[in-house]
């Protein structure tokens, strides 16, 4: 390996660029923008003026010899088949979000991640590094919040118009993407729900399909969660809804956080609720409170946080902030929410990763929807940053 990891990126969409745009910046230290790939010759238009290797098969970049690891970042159900190809050119892999396109396919990728050991795969979730969800997890992990009882999160500013929808004939169908706002906009929701409170065991889902736009896949989804431990959750989201409202609340035996517009308020029971219950000799006394906001501040550079994160993997050892392994989680709960609706009952997890792909072909079949595209849709990530 040269001095500084030699990177490639495949797909030169809107999210390939702003990791190329970082890159360029020198904002990684140790690595190395390489190499570009795109089938689409316009998207690599001004790269070979800065220097960079041009490609416009991944494929063959990959298995170029040139680089030392590759970001993918193309359509959902590229994932596999390219991440698979980099592992076994000896290749370390950093995936854009989801991991693959459903559950059977990132089990696909994940056992060969786990064929060669020496390589490092990653899953960007930069939502990981943002101050106001590492303070939520630090409540979590101390004990703050108490027993966890209840979490909701209302995922509903996601507001996308058709014309977002015609800027790609693989948006929102299920053989380009395999889903709609649950795999495309609310995946870095879901991987920090995850990430925060652990899987459920039970899924309830309730999805309308192109409730608001002309499309064939899920544009509202309410969910209910069971966990193992008696937690319930309810997760709220929609392409639809404007303004919409992103609010994200942990209701705990020793209080309760929330996080919404762009504040994050602690209340906090002097006594642990049940306790309390158990002891108190009137029957409409609560413990007393007291409130307070916990600051914050955003990450400055999240993806380029998590792209050094790899790169310390890599050459250091250190832990992974975003473990290929965990990208499972996300795509596992939003593939569950739209199987749950579609079957009309809840389902048990773990997700059998299988019977949803055979469900999924099915719907992919039968698909009648052709789509319109333009080039005048938005970028699908510039105004997600902060979710």
């Not at 431990?229 to 404007?242: I, K, L, R």
């Not at 009648?368 to 938005?378: A, D, N």
Request: aromatic fraction near 8%; proline fraction near 4%; glycine fraction near 10%.
């Amino acid at each position: 390996m040269s001095t500084k990891l030699r990177l490639g990126i495949i797909g030169m969409g809107n999210i390939g660029r702003h990791h190329a745009a970082y890159l360029l910046e020198g904002k990684v230290p140790r690595c190395e923008l390489f190499a570009v790939c795109s089938t689409s010759p316009q998207k690599l238009e001004g790269y070979a003026a800065k220097g960079l290797r041009i490609w416009g098969n991944g494929l063959e970049l990959i298995r170029s010899g040139t680089i030392d690891a590759v970001l993918i970042a193309t359509p959902h159900y590229q994932h596999l088949s390219l991440g698979l190809a980099a592992l076994e050119a000896g290749l370390h892999v950093m995936v854009e979000k989801p991991i693959a396109a459903h559950k059977a396919d990132a089990e696909r990728l994940l056992a060969g991640a786990d064929r060669h050991p020496e390589l490092v795969m990653a899953g960007m979730f930069q939502l990981r590094v943002e101050p106001r969800y590492l303070r939520l997890r630090r409540l979590i992990e101390s004990g703050d919040l108490g027993r966890l009882v209840r979490v909701n999160w209302i995922n509903t500013d996601w507001f996308r118009t058709e014309a977002y929808y015609a800027s790609g004939g693989w948006r929102a169908t299920w053989r380009g993407e395999g889903g709609g706002v649950l795999l495309n906009q609310c995946l870095h929701n879901l991987d920090v729900l995850s990430w925060l409170v652990g899987q459920p065991r039970r899924v309830r889902g309730f999805c309308q399909f192109g409730r608001y736009h002309q499309i064939e896949v899920e544009d509202d989804v309410s969910a209910h969660f069971e966990y193992a431990d008696g937690a319930t959750g309810v997760f709220v989201a929609s392409t639809g809804e404007s303004p919409g409202t992103n609010r994200l609340e942990l209701t705990g035996t020793r209080g309760r956080a929330v996080l919404e517009d762009g504040k994050l308020r602690f209340t906090r029971n002097d006594s642990d609720m049940l306790v309390f219950s158990a002891t108190a000799k009137g029957g409409f006394t609560k413990p007393e409170v007291w409130n307070c906001e916990l600051p914050f501040e955003n990450a400055p550079a999240p993806h380029a946080q998590l792209m050094e994160n790899f790169v310390a993997a890599i050459r250091d050892g250190v832990p992974l902030v975003a473990p290929g392994a965990e990208g499972m989680n996300s795509v596992e709960l939003a593939n569950a929410i739209v199987y749950s609706s579609l079957l009309g009952r809840e389902l048990e997890l773990p997700l059998d990763g299988l019977a949803w792909e055979r469900r999924l072909n099915e719907l992919i079949a039968g698909s009648v929807v052709e789509k319109q595209v333009s080039t005048g849709g938005t970028d699908d990530f510039a105004a997600s940053f902060r979710r």
